[in-house]
Structures are given as structure tokens and as C-alpha cells.
């Protein structure tokens, strides 16, 4: 299968669902309400990965690390 034939095959598996009773009954706004739950858990997500990154503490200063001028390294 050629990948014009897959991505062919993938639009209309995608727009079978997008047209189903489910979606037809609900209107726009189930479709709205999904977009903005996905984004939210993202965006959420991404919160998430840059609290643990930037404000989770790397490690105790002290023995391995030093604060760097000749003073505090002579201590």
C-alpha cells in the first residue's frame, strides 16, 4: 500500500467517525468539548513537566559543590 493509499485510507477511517451517530446527535459541541478537554490535559501536562524540571531541587549545596569564589572555596 503506497502512502497516498494509506493517508487516503486514514481521512476516511477518520471521517467515518467524525460523522457518526454520536457525533451528529451532539453537534459542534461534542466535537468543541473534546478539543478543549485535549488541550487542557496538554497543556496541563506541559504544566506539570515544567514545575518537576525548574522547581524540583536538584540536590543538597554543600560537599559536592562549591559556590565558586576563593573565599567560600578556602573554607
Not at 2 to 17: D, G, K, P, Q
Not at 23 to 37: C, E, I, P
Request: net charge positive; aromatic share 14%.
Amino acid at each position: 500500500m503506497s502512502n497516498s493509499t494509506a493517508v487516503r485510507a486514514l481521512r476516511r477511517r477518520i471521517n467515518f467517525y467524525l460523522h457518526s451517530h454520536l457525533f451528529n446527535k451532539y453537534g459542534r459541541s461534542l466535537r468543541d468539548f473534546l478539543a478543549v478537554t485535549a488541550m487542557v490535559i496538554i497543556f496541563a501536562f506541559i504544566g506539570f513537566i515544567v514545575f518537576v524540571i525548574g522547581f524540583i531541587d536538584d540536590g543538597p549545596w554543600g560537599v559536592h559543590t562549591s559556590c565558586g569564589t576563593p573565599e567560600c572555596i578556602d573554607q
